[in-house]
């Protein structure tokens, strides 16, 4: 697939980590990699490089960004009034996909919530994050690194793509192995609601906190305003349809020569009139890492339509199901 990578592109490699570091702390840009998607990160104690951050995102400055911290122990710089929940959730999950929404201490500007009393908090699971997080010392503010409402950024490539020279350096660590982004978790009235599922599953969530109950996924514009819930979110150019497979094979048979489609299927190519294909895993979590690196090869080919089989209603394929549902969103 093309790509427009370029060596003269700001990268660095993990041996540059003192170069992020410094470029942070004098208010720079600096996208780096994490488990799930790239991060486009910025200094968060620093208002201009988050007034920076929001611009070259693209991103509405009242929506709320996450901290990312490089250690569980720094929760309690960051938040205040921490529920025993959300301790047993960072013992259970940190470094990992995990976001937990927790009042805010004073330590977090305005410009990072937008205005909220609460915060986004992640410790992410990879080495180069957890190298460049623990060299910098304090927080930093990362949403992912793409331009606002476009697919989040599975490699460095992707990253270029999208912002190219519009941030100060970008990191390659290589491909995200999660691929999707993080479960988010806040609290209602002393109990856990998921407010984007991610690939640690509500059941997971339960059996860390040995509850009697499963979180719900709550609609959280009732919680609070978070951009990765709105319904057109993590949408390629190109329209996207989900179909059962009987309704993929039966559309492919009656494929016009003129339509030009792309199939992202669990099954082998089995018609020559579509223009791209791609056979995804049978696992949630081999799908997930995979789905956004093939919906941009897709995107980028200037199809009609994409087609996704649909994948199973099953609790492992929630945050696969939900970014699919999003992308076909025609809003
Ligand atoms: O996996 C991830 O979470 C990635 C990597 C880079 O860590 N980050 C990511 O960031 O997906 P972003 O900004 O694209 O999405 C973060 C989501 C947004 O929907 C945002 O509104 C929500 O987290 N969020 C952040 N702080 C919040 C808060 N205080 N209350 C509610 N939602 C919040
Ligand atoms: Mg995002």
């Given at each position: 697939?093309?790509?427009?990578?370029?060596?003269?592109?700001?990268?660095?490699?993990?041996?540059?980590?003192?170069?992020?570091?410094?470029?942070?702390?004098?208010?720079?840009?600096?996208?780096?990699?994490?488990?799930?998607?790239?991060?486009?990160?910025?200094?968060?104690?620093?208002?201009?490089?988050l007034a920076k951050l929001y611009a070259v995102k693209?991103?509405?400055?009242?929506?709320?960004?996450?901290?990312?911290?490089?250690?569980?122990?720094?929760?309690?710089?960051?938040?205040?009034?921490?529920?025993?929940?959300?301790?047993?959730?960072?013992?259970?999950?940190?470094?990992?996909?995990?976001?937990?929404?927790?009042?805010?201490?004073?330590?977090?500007?305005?410009?990072?919530?937008?205005?909220?009393?609460?915060?986004?908090?992640?410790?992410?699971d990879h080495p180069v994050a957890l190298a460049l997080?623990?060299?910098?010392?304090?927080?930093?503010?990362?949403?992912?690194?793409?331009?606002?409402?476009?697919?989040?950024?599975?490699?460095?490539?992707?990253?270029?793509?999208?912002?190219?020279?519009?941030?100060?350096?970008?990191?390659?660590?290589?491909?995200?192995?999660?691929?999707?982004?993080?479960?988010?978790?806040?609290?209602?009235?002393?109990?856990?609601?998921?407010?984007?599922?991610?690939?640690?599953?509500?059941?997971?969530?339960?059996?860390?906190?040995?509850?009697?109950?499963?979180?719900?996924?709550?609609?959280?514009?009732?919680?609070?305003?978070?951009?990765?819930?709105?319904?057109?979110?993590?949408?390629?150019?190109?329209?996207?349809?989900?179909?059962?497979?009987?309704?993929?094979?039966?559309?492919?048979?009656?494929?016009?020569?003129?339509?030009?489609?792309?199939?992202?299927?669990?099954?082998?190519?089995?018609?020559?009139?579509?223009?791209?294909?791609?056979?995804?895993?049978?696992?949630?979590?081999?799908?997930?890492?995979?789905?956004?690196?093939?919906?941009?090869?897709?995107?980028?080919?200037?199809?009609?339509?994409?087609?996704?089989?649909?994948?199973?209603?099953?609790?492992?394929?929630?945050?696969?199901?939900?970014?699919?549902?999003?992308?076909?969103?025609?809003?």
């Amino acid at each position: 697939m093309s790509s427009s990578f370029q060596p003269q592109a700001p990268f660095l490699t993990t041996a540059d980590l003192q170069q992020a570091v410094d470029i942070l702390k004098a208010g720079g840009l600096v996208a780096f990699p994490t488990e799930t998607v790239y991060g486009l990160g910025a200094h968060a104690e620093n208002a201009d490089a988050l007034a920076k951050l929001y611009a070259v995102k693209g991103r509405p400055t009242r929506h709320p960004v996450i901290v990312h911290l490089g250690h569980a122990d720094q929760l309690g710089d960051w938040a205040v009034e921490i529920p025993e929940m959300a301790y047993r959730l960072a013992a259970a999950f940190w470094p990992g996909p995990l976001t937990l929404i927790l009042k805010r201490s004073s330590r977090v500007p305005d410009a990072v919530t937008g205005g909220q009393d609460t915060v986004g908090l992640r410790v992410p699971d990879h080495p180069v994050a957890l190298a460049l997080l623990q060299a910098f010392g304090g927080g930093i503010a990362a949403p992912s690194a793409n331009r606002f409402g476009r697919l989040s950024p599975t490699s460095a490539a992707h990253v270029w793509d999208d912002l190219g020279q519009d941030v100060d350096a970008i990191v390659d660590g290589g491909v995200c192995q999660v691929g999707v982004e993080s479960t988010i978790v806040a609290f209602q009235d002393g109990q856990p609601i998921i407010l984007r599922p991610g690939m640690i599953t509500p059941e997971q969530i339960q059996a860390a906190l040995q509850s009697e109950f499963r979180p719900e996924t709550g609609n959280a514009a009732s919680v609070t305003r978070a951009p990765g819930t709105l319904a057109s979110h993590y949408a390629p150019r190109t329209p996207l349809k989900l179909v059962s497979k009987n309704a993929l094979n039966e559309a492919l048979s009656r494929l016009q020569p003129d339509q030009q489609i792309g199939v992202l299927s669990f099954s082998a190519a089995i018609d020559d009139h579509a223009a791209a294909w791609a056979t995804m895993p049978a696992s949630p979590q081999a799908y997930a890492r995979q789905l956004y690196a093939k919906l941009r090869e897709l995107d980028a080919l200037k199809l009609s339509c994409i087609w996704v089989e649909q994948v199973p209603m099953e609790e492992g394929w929630s945050a696969v199901s939900d970014r699919l549902n999003r992308a076909a969103f025609q809003g």
